[in-house]
């Protein structure tokens, strides 16, 4: 089954990551990738990153180097509700 809006990642070794749903490349370096895809923007951390392949008319990239992190960061703009707000 495909992720929220065609978006998936896989992961292969560590050395080898492929994202699909990206709407736009935000920024690249050998140690951190930012990206906008369908299910939010995307930090990718590691070592000697490259970009292998970009295709955002499919929304597709794959990265390869090192992998060390990956997570989804909170929209620019978007306040975080607190956990005391949700629970009153």
């Not at 990206?35 to 939010?40: E, F, H, K």
């Not at 703009?77 to 707000?85: D, I, L, Y």
């Given at each position: 089954?495909?992720?929220?809006?065609?978006?998936?990642?896989?992961?292969?070794?560590?050395?080898?990551?492929?994202?699909?749903?990206?709407?736009?490349?935000?920024?690249?370096?050998?140690?951190?990738?930012?990206?906008?895809?369908?299910?939010?923007?995307?930090?990718?951390?590691?070592?000697?990153?490259?970009?292998?392949?970009?295709?955002l008319e499919a929304?597709?990239?794959?990265?390869?180097?090192?992998?060390?992190?990956?997570?989804?960061?909170p929209e620019k703009g978007k306040?975080?509700?607190?956990?005391?707000?949700?629970?009153?």
């Amino acid at each position: 089954m495909a992720g929220m809006d065609g978006h998936d990642i896989t992961i292969k070794g560590r050395k080898f990551i492929e994202v699909k749903g990206v709407s736009s490349v935000e920024s690249v370096d050998v140690t951190e990738f930012m990206l906008t895809t369908t299910g939010g923007p995307l930090h990718i951390q590691g070592s000697n990153l490259h970009m292998k392949h970009l295709d955002l008319e499919a929304g597709v990239v794959l990265i390869e180097g090192t992998l060390t992190s990956l997570a989804y960061v909170p929209e620019k703009g978007k306040k975080k509700m607190s956990v005391s707000r949700l629970f009153r």
